[in-house]
């Protein structure tokens, strides 16, 4: 949920997705110069995972910019879901770059060849570290004001890459300290499961967003505390809420005095969705007024909450 205005919101939501690209591809030339001068394939691992976060980075540039566009005659809803569309796109990348490791990283297991000047590759490790820790500040800090879901999906697997960088190191150290080869590729194929984990957490809460997922239990909860605490509302009831991609929407009815006039009524209901509008500035609301007390042979009871 954005607690920025909807302009300064998207204006970040753009910036993180320039920065991530600018260190995709910093850390692509300082990756595939350390592998040429060490050929070790957790290094390899690094710099393929790299790779694919240029790639996911801009498809989450893409679906950030698509995202953004107003709603059109085609799009009356707008064009949110282009950011889960695109985070799915980064869990094929993430999923593709896993097995393709795992696959180099067993064949190297049967086959172990000697790290090279191992300490020129955990400096590139230590400068990945420090470029990526430094982003995914900068993203979360993007996440949090703004709610962006294709920003979370890549800063998901960015913060996955700071735990694989030091696992590089490690791998580095180990193998330089014990002179036993096999190391490498063990700890490269630990990364490989690591990034096909990451990449279904992706995955599934991009497919929340896209089948209309309710949203979590304590938005609802202070949806409903918003709108009660108005003197006049008497209850409210099916409330359906899911979030757009880069925002939410939400729906209810809600419960007024039978004896009002629908001018009242409408004064009330305005009052109430802008108070509503404070506690979520990025949500759409759909208020259907009724008389309190009334059999509403709409309620869908299917719906428990």
């Given at each position: 949920m954005s607690t920025l205005d909807p302009v300064t919101a998207n204006r970040w939501r753009r910036r993180a997705t320039y920065a991530s690209v600018a260190v995709a591809l910093t850390l692509?030339?300082?990756?595939?110069?350390?592998?040429?001068?060490?050929?070790?394939?957790?290094?390899?691992?690094?710099?393929?995972d790299s790779s694919v976060d240029l790639l996911a980075s801009l498809v989450t540039l893409w679906g950030v910019a698509q995202a953004l566009q107003p709603p059109d005659s085609s799009h009356r809803f707008g064009h949110g879901k282009a950011e889960p569309l695109a985070g799915l796109a980064q869990a094929a990348f993430v999923t593709g770059s896993g097995v393709f490791l795992g696959y180099e990283a067993i064949g190297r297991l049967a086959d172990p060849r000697p790290v090279e000047q191992a300490e020129a590759g955990i400096a590139v490790m230590i400068l990945a570290i420090a470029l990526t820790g430094a982003l995914v500040l900068f993203q979360r800090w993007v996440i949090r004001h703004t709610g962006s879901m294709a920003i979370d999906a890549d800063s998901l697997h960015y913060s996955g890459d700071v735990f694989m960088n030091l696992a590089v190191i490690a791998a580095l150290a180990v193998t330089?300290?014990?002179?036993?080869?096999?190391?490498?590729?063990?700890?490269?194929?630990?990364?490989?499961?690591?990034?096909?984990?990451?990449?279904?957490?992706?995955?599934?809460?991009?497919?929340?967003?896209?089948?209309?997922?309710?949203?979590?239990?304590?938005?609802?909860?202070?949806v409903r505390e918003v709108v009660l605490s108005h003197p006049e509302a008497r209850g409210l009831h099916d409330l359906r809420t899911r979030s757009t991609g880069t925002g939410e929407h939400i729906e209810f009815h809600l419960e007024l005095d039978p004896d009002l006039t629908l001018a009242r009524a409408h004064d009330i209901t305005d009052d109430i969705e802008q108070h509503l509008r404070a506690a979520f500035p990025t949500a759409e609301f759909t208020i259907h007024q009724e008389p309190a007390g009334l059999e509403d042979e709409r309620l869908d009871h299917r719906l428990r909450r």
């Open positions: 692509i030339a300082a990756k595939l110069g350390s592998y040429l001068h060490t050929g070790s394939v957790a290094i390899l691992s690094s710099l393929i330089a300290a014990t002179g036993q080869a096999f190391w490498d590729p063990v700890f490269a194929l630990g990364i490989a499961l690591f990034l096909v984990w990451g990449a279904s957490r992706i995955a599934m809460r991009s497919l929340g967003v896209l089948m209309d997922r309710e949203l979590p239990d304590s938005e609802r909860k202070r």
